[in-house]
């Protein structure tokens, strides 16, 4: 549960008329537990200029007893039903809407109505069918609906028992799953509506829209019948080719995605629990699932250490491998002098602008020259015999938490490492699109990078959008090659955690040729990048066009 998600439950319970009042289609989706109600409350997508989220959230009975374990029959009691709504009440913001079953007897429904009211719920709807109800989406299962009448006084008596004007009852019409067709559901609800229900869930399970369009459109008559319309819902569970467009333009006020968190959290897990058997271990899994770290943050656990330790954004580390020789320099190149200060010390300088002062240097070659200040030195005695990528696990321990990596011998601007550090993804690397316009050395093979998008063709950047790395290294052709990698990475804690239980899985087991390199222990850093990448993990880039040499 996140304190950042606070509504009061008057607040809350009037909010799903609100947006009825405001929205042509209210977009609802389930939630099973206070983590899925995190997700459904929390996920947004921009497309354009856009931002498109969920605008309600759906406890289902359906994923309700699934996710503990029970079928769909009405066996879980209210308590157990209580809990599960309180915990997505506790986690989300947005009105919700509770499936209600068949509501139980009369005064059973009562009960339950006064207790969600109290609760901030927004909305119940309950299923004409006799107690015990079947699912409806299980095509074996006998389907008995309830007298009208009986069902008609059982809203009778929930509105009366009511004592907010904005909670809702919706009846839900089970005649096209029970067999009896469209002029049934429109007796139905005619009956249901003049009882005080304050909308209408048609339901069906054939795979097209065209039950729910024609009672659709015979709503709308009813309606002019009765002088009042009032909402049309559906749930496209069978029917999932429609579009919102449509189901808007056929008069539908509410759209439920009813069980798809569930479903697909379902899928996965079985397949991450296969991975592990058949890897005897955790490790191929791992790409399947949330950092430990993105579960913190989504249910608040960050802000209670923030809170508990007055924490702020720790020290942000910096580690820079220099301890190899350049066979066409005669001093380490980290030390190369330029307009009177060595490579290291302007870097020093610029990192020190931006506010980071924890720089870790890794020395090898030559190591009694490095005597900068405002450094830690680790050193690599096995310079001459490994490449930089075990030069840059000798600073392991300094990699807690995050750190960003630099070449020894990149200079840069402030501006490249201040973005560096606001783009909110586990591995990150500078890029550059320029390099096709410039001048290279014949022989000279740079760190070439092939990306899931290609570059923009605008010089200007206007904003930063994720593209992920698909293949990095020296033998890319330069014709197809979309950027340059210029040195500079950054990882996060989870990062971190990445490189690490590849490393060392690297170390102990791989034999042979490793990506581009004779050997893992001759692999260099973007060898070691493909081999994640490779693995299933994502690394994406920060573009930049200027700033770096």
């Known amino acids: 549960m996140s304190l950042r998600n606070r509504i009061s439950p008057e607040n809350r319970r009037k909010s799903l008329k609100n947006l009825l009042k405001e929205k042509d289609l209210i977009r609802v989706i389930e939630a099973h537990n206070g983590l899925s109600a995190i997700v459904a409350n929390n996920i947004k997508e921009k497309i354009g200029n856009e931002i498109y989220e969920f605008d309600a959230i759906w406890e289902s009975s359906l994923t309700d007893s699934a996710a503990k374990g029970y079928p769909d029959a009405e066996i879980i009691g209210p308590e ?101 067709g469209l002029e049934d559901a429109l007796f139905r609800a005619k009956k249901y509506l003049k009882a005080g229900a304050d909308g209408i869930l048609i339901h069906s ?18 309606s002019d019948e009765l002088g009042f319309r009032k909402p049309l819902i559906c749930v496209p569970t069978t029917y999932n080719i429609i579009t919102e467009e449509e189901l808007k333009g056929n008069g539908f006020n509410i759209v439920i995605y009813a069980n798809q968190l569930l479903r697909s959290a379902h899928k996965i897990m079985k397949e991450t629990a296969l991975k592990i058997l058949k890897n005897k271990r955790g490790f191929e899994a791992e790409s399947m699932c949330s950092p ?65 002062k924890d720089i870790t240097v890794i020395r090898g070659y030559m190591k009694n020259l490095f005597n900068i200040d405002g450094v830690k030195y680790v050193d690599n005695e096995e310079y001459d015999r490994s490449h930089i990528l075990f030069s840059l696990f000798k600073a392991e321990a300094d990699m807690t938490d995050g750190f960003i ?22 591995i990150v690397l500078v890029v550059d699109n320029s390099y096709a316009y410039h001048k290279h050395d014949i022989d000279k093979k740079l760190d070439l990078v092939l990306t899931k998008n290609k570059p923009s063709k605008e010089r200007r950047v206007l904003h930063q959008r994720d593209n992920d790395i698909v293949r990095i290294g020296k033998n890319i052709d330069k014709k197809m090659a979309d950027y340059e990698y210029v ?17 060392h899985e690297c170390k102990k087991n791989h034999t042979g040729s490793f990506q581009e390199a004779s050997s893992f222990k001759k692999a260099s850093f973007t060898d070691f990048i493909q081999e994640i990448i490779d693995r299933g993990f994502k690394a994406n880039i920060l573009d930049i066009d200027k700033g770096w040499l």
């Open 80 to 180: 157990s039903r209580y809990e599960t709504i309180r915990q997505i009440l506790n986690s989300s913001h947005k009105p919700l809407i509770v499936d209600g079953d068949t509501g139980g007897e009369a005064t059973n429904f009562e009960f339950f109505v006064r207790t969600l009211e109290d609760m901030g719920v927004s909305m119940v709807i309950i299923e004409d069918k006799k107690f015990p109800k079947r699912n409806s989406l299980e095509s074996g299962s006998k389907q008995t609906q309830e007298d009208p009448d009986v069902f008609a006084v059982k809203i009778k008596r929930g509105k009366k028992i009511q004592l907010s004007q904005d909670f809702m009852i919706v009846a839900r019409i089970e005649s096209f799953i029970s067999g009896l």
């Open 292 to 356: 430990v770290k993105t579960i913190f943050e989504d249910v608040g656990f960050l802000e209670v250490k923030k809170k508990d330790m007055k924490y702020t954004k720790g020290r942000i580390r910096v580690i820079i491998p220099a301890a190899g020789k350049d066979p066409s320099f005669d001093t380490p190149k980290s030390l190369i002098n330029i307009k009177g200060k060595p490579i290291l010390q302007r870097q020093i300088e610029t990192l020190n602008a931006c506010g980071i």
């Open 405 to 426: 990596y630099i070449n020894s011998d990149v200079l840069f601007d402030q501006q490249i490492i201040n973005n560096l550090l606001n783009i909110k993804k586990d």
């Open 487 to 503: 040195g500079i990475a950054y990882f996060s804690e989870n990062g971190v955690d990445i490189v690490r239980k590849v490393f």
């Open 205 to 222: 399970k054939i795979d097209n829209p065209s039950e729910i369009f024609e009672f659709a459109k015979e709503y709308q008559k009813l």
